[in-house]
């Protein structure tokens, strides 16, 4: 089974809209970790925001929020007044508490913002 | 600039070759994780060394190679380069290994074999 699963391969929204990233996870474990990164077309990787499984508030930064639903097990990611740069690929990721050393990343969002 | 560096950035070899990649983790971080970027199978979390010592193994061939040396830099060592191993090639580095340490990515290498 997939640990992580994104099932929107791509993404569109206008310039100054909000929009959800939607990221869905499979764990046994209690105690874990989910993570956003960033890779625009240049190719590196950049830590957007993190969100504890025992965080009872959802994780902010800057423009970025993360709606956690551990019921639901879903972590999904909220860019609000979203700009040209936050066109790239959008990657949620886990780390589980029992391993505490692989991360699982899921495939993907592309997401693009249209002035 | 994440502070993680990676050489070379561009490598470009034959099939059957042996290539080395080389990762220097941001300062004072201990742990250290390859990750292949293909287009077909996204990011795959190859290998981790924690201070040394290798900490988890992923989906690495047994054509793959990697260790971390006491400086705390790491090389992935890549042996009998077929096609299919042309891809992006991250390495990325943590402080430690607790929940809330994010990873910090390298720029990648870029391996194409020809």
């Known amino acids: 089974a997939q640990k992580i699963t994104q099932t929107q391969p791509g993404m569109f929204v206008q310039e100054k809209e909000a929009v959800t990233l939607d990221c869905t996870y499979d764990t046994s474990d209690q105690s874990y970790g989910l993570f956003w990164y960033k890779q625009p077309s240049s190719g590196e990787m950049i830590f957007l925001i993190y969100?504890?499984?025992?965080?009872?508030q959802n994780a902010t930064e800057g423009r970025y929020s993360l709606n956690f639903q551990k019921a639901r097990k879903s972590a999904n990611l909220v860019i609000s007044a979203s700009q040209l740069g936050d066109s790239a690929m959008y990657f949620c990721?886990?780390?589980?508490?029992?391993?505490?050393?692989?991360?699982?990343f899921g495939t993907g969002t592309s997401l693009t913002v249209i002035p | 600039d994440s502070g993680v560096t990676q050489t070379p950035k561009h490598l470009i070899t034959a099939t059957g070759q042996r290539v080395t990649l080389r990762c220097s983790p941001r300062s004072g971080d201990l742990s250290v994780y390859w990750y292949q970027q293909s287009l077909d199978q996204g990011l795959q979390f190859l290998i981790q060394y924690y201070n040394g010592e290798e900490r988890a193994k992923g989906n690495i061939l047994e054509r793959f190679s990697a260790q971390q040396f006491p400086d705390l830099h790491s090389e992935l060592n890549l042996s009998s380069l077929e096609l299919g191993d042309s891809a992006l090639y991250f390495c990325?580095?943590?402080?430690?290994?607790?929940?809330?340490?994010?990873?910090?990515f390298g720029p990648g290498t870029r391996l194409t074999v020809l």
């Open positions: 969100q504890g499984s025992y965080d009872e």
């Open positions: 990325a580095s943590s402080v430690g290994i607790l929940l809330t340490n994010e990873q910090f």
């Open positions: 990721a886990m780390r589980e508490g029992n391993t505490g050393n692989q991360f699982y």
